[in-house]
């Protein structure tokens, strides 16, 4: 990237999700939760690519969505 050219910046939201199970043996019934993020390998190459990337997961949108574009 020479110096007339701008690095490219963005804000990468979502890609991330709650997941709650229940699972059901005979009468019995477990339940269990997990927390996933599936942007990690998109987020490293974009990086890699020199890509000025912050991530926001999905659950923190509502209360972190930037309000200006700083």
């Known amino acids: 990237m020479n110096n007339t050219q701008k690095k490219l910046k963005v804000l990468f939201i979502g890609e991330s ?3 709650h199970m229940i699972h ?3 009468y019995d019934s477990f339940t269990s939760s ?3 993020e599936g942007a990690t390998w ?3 190459c ?3 690519g020199g890509v000025d990337i912050d991530y926001m997961p ?3 949108v509502q209360i972190a969505f930037p309000e200006s574009v700083d």
Do not use: D, F, N
Request: charge should be positive; avoid cysteine.
């Open 58 to 60: 999905a659950h923190t």
């Open 46 to 48: 974009l990086r890699k």
């Open 17 to 19: 999700w709650h997941i």
């Open 24 to 26: 059901s043996k005979g």
């Open 34 to 36: 997990k927390y996933e």
């Open 42 to 44: 998109l987020l490293e």
